[in-house]
């Protein structure tokens, strides 16, 4: 035995010694365990009480009251309301309208500032400058075009002879729905377009130019090497674009707040006025697991996936 050995027995390096390779993977799990431990605290113990409450009568959700008796009456009454239906409706809507548009901007910024020109750094910056915009912020400054008396776009429409009066964007069931749809258009495209620019940038040149050699057109080029190329960015872009719509909330709640005649409520405005309005929160959860059933759906989605990207 060496001085060393004797002065650092072998237990006790062998077990503080976490580089060695026998206990390297403890070294791992001490890294991560904080990490692990924020998740819990903050996404996963929350959604156990949400489950939970979704299965009780409870109209203030207290951590010291005593638990309630199980119940399936929050989801009977969920399934038989009508404006559960219209916020899913209304949800499905604006997923999909929003998603479209979405994408038909991005890939047409990305196409865009993908091409070598003039001012193409300024070009990207003015693309991703919706996406860094605070969503409120930006909420605000489109209530204020949408205005009914002092609105940029209603000047604009009437100086072009489009219509003859003020329109009350806020007050109509569909101008409200459509407003809302632009601003979320506004503050979604630049995501798409990021992403599709990175996959465009990682589609080997070499395929274009002998699609030019062969004589094929841009339109050519575009549908047989473009998009079959983009196609698992595509996929994955779709699906957060997706989620993103369907659980958004700021730009609805600060916009019109779920009106007018709740033309605008979607799940995640229901979720809250019955949680924060009427105090059902029980009632809300239920909502909520409903939402995020459909959210761990679409997200499958996007891991099953995850094949083709290899």
Known sequence: MTASDRRYPLSRSAFLDLARPSRRH??????????????????????????????????????????????TANYARLFASEDFWNACWVTFKLVTIVSFFCFLLGMATALLVNNRFKGQALARLLVALPWAVPEVIAVVIFAWLFDSSFGLMNWVFIKLGLVDTTINWFSSPTASFAVVCVVMVWKGYPFVSIMLLAGLQSIPEDFYNAARVDGASAWQRLLHITIPSLMPVLGVTLVLVMLWVFRDFSI???????????????????????????FKMGYASAIGVITLIVCIIASRLMIARAPDNI
Not at 46 to 56: A, K, Y
């Open 26 to 71: 403890w070294l791992g799990y001490l890294l991560l365990a904080p990490a692990v431990l924020l998740i819990g605290l903050i996404i996963v113990y929350p959604l156990f009480v949400s489950v939970d409450l979704s299965f009780q009568n409870v109209n203030i959700a207290r951590l010291d009251q005593p638990r309630r008796p199980f119940t």
């Open 252 to 278: 609805i709640y600060v916009l019109t707040g779920g009106g007018p005649l709740k033309a605008t409520q979607s799940l995640s405005i229901m979720t809250y006025e019955q949680a924060f309005g009427f």
